[in-house]
């Protein structure tokens, strides 16, 4: 008995699939990533939100600000977060001023330009000095806006890379025409600089240099991956009100701390997967999907080529009782070349004994006469049925035949096989494999 060193293709073929499913497992992860996307995208979420107040004395009063969607993906929107104190004159006004309202309410604008809006009902209510979140539920799901997914915040590193959306006041103001939609958002970009809770509220928030102005309130701050982080809130300004460029955002775990007490649905990013990037999908997946492929058709192309044959003998083969007969039930007893210009041939022993050499007038497995090692007669193989047990002789090669595990054989000695078993002429290029087929 032999032992049989892996053969080249199987190895390759093995470092293939492995290859293939490790990249495989990263670009599944990278689908899975919670719908990662390009900042600017998640801008198909963001909405303008508008409150007003009108009294019977006929003062009034309004604000506007930025509110974003949240829900299932694939599923119609139909709830709306935005700040507190955006909502607070259609909402509060009402219980503030009860007898002298002439009007109020909240309503939510898809498109100013296309005077594409609805009123909707403010379902959670927290204000400016406490939590600052409102939620906002439209009269019917639609599906003109797409769910946010939320990021823990947990996650968010001090030097992330940050970027709010929304409807800033002073991008308004510059404006000659302001179509409040999706294509008039502003994108701001900064980073996070520290986790804090400001002294004029009751919320965890997020310290940041992102650029947000009036308007900006209420909107989305998302990281590089467009999920939510966190909610933008408010800024430090000096005495005659100009921004000092420091500025906060709700984070996202104040939130969904809310959401799950309202019991409202919402998707969080990757389902806590968020760690892999969407892009590891369109760069690993493709390769692993390669490398599995090819490591399968390797695989299959070396069994077929006979590599994949085991090394142990057919000890449970049946005896044949004369010679001509098969040495196993329904087997053919075969030699089958493994590397070199027979690869893949396979040659039936029971025919007779088949020579190998140089000499087509000697050998039944010619090789070219000019091929290095191999003599004219450079060996035989036989099958005895009655020992079922294959024979090799080499028959005075100059440059010997070897058994697989490496032992040369002496000339004109016959030496047995068992199936599985292989031998070479001269070195490893010219292998050749035992078996019962």
Request: overall charge negative.
């Amino acid at each position: 008995m032999e032992t049989k060193k892996t053969p080249r293709k199987q190895v390759t073929a093995i470092i293939l699939l492995v290859v293939g499913l490790v990249f495989a497992v990263f670009g599944v992860l990278g689908l899975a990533g919670g719908g990662g996307t390009d900042p600017y995208e998640t801008r198909n979420s963001v909405v303008m939100v508008y409150s007003y107040l009108q009294l019977t004395d006929g003062q009034s009063a309004g604000a506007m600000g930025t509110g974003f969607a949240i829900g299932k993906p694939g599923e119609p929107v139909e709830y709306i977060v935005t700040n507190g104190h955006v909502v607070e004159y259609g909402y509060m006004g009402p219980k503030t001023y009860q007898g002298e309202v002439s009007s109020a309410g909240v309503q939510v604008y898809f498109s100013a330009a296309e005077n594409d809006y609805v009123t909707a009902e403010v379902v959670y209510y927290s204000s400016f000095d406490d939590k600052d979140i409102a939620i906002i539920k439209l009269p019917s799901p639609t599906d003109k806006r797409d769910a946010l997914a939320i990021k823990d915040s947990d996650a968010v590193e001090i030097g992330d890379t940050a970027f709010a959306l929304g409807y800033p006041g002073v991008a308004s103001d510059s404006s000659q025409f302001n179509t409040y939609d999706k294509d008039d958002i502003t994108l701001t970009k900064g980073i996070i600089s520290k986790r804090t809770k400001p002294v004029w509220s009751n919320y965890d928030a997020f310290q940041m240099d992102v650029y947000i102005n009036h308007g900006n309130s209420g909107g989305p701050l998302v990281d590089e991956s467009g999920f939510l982080i966190g909610i933008n809130s408010s800024g430090a300004v000096d005495e005659q009100g100009k921004s000092e460029g420091v500025n906060f955002a709700i984070t996202s775990a104040e939130l969904t701390k809310i959401l799950d007490s309202e019991n409202i649905k919402y998707t969080m990013a990757g389902g806590g997967l968020s760690w892999a990037p969407s892009w590891f999908a369109y760069v690993f997946l493709p390769i692993g999907v390669l490398a599995l492929a090819g490591g399968i058709i390797l695989l299959v192309m070396s069994q077929k080529n006979g590599q994949g044959v085991p090394a142990v003998a057919d000890a449970g083969a049946n005896k044949a009782s004369a010679r001509g007969g098969r040495g196993s039930v329904g087997k053919r007893a075969v030699l089958r070349g493994v590397t070199g210009k027979y690869a893949g041939q396979s040659f039936d022993l029971l025919k007779g004994k088949v020579v190998i050499g140089r000499d087509p007038a000697a050998c039944n497995i010619v090789f070219d006469k000019n091929a290095p090692g191999i003599s004219g007669r450079h060996c035989q193989v036989d099958y005895d049925p009655n020992e079922d047990c294959f024979i090799i002789t080499d028959l005075g090669s100059s440059y010997g035949t070897f058994l697989g595990n490496g032992k040369k054989l002496a000339a004109n000695v016959a030496e047995k096989l068992s199936a599985g078993d292989t031998f070479y002429l001269c070195d490893n290029a010219n292998r050749f494999v035992v078996s019962k087929e």
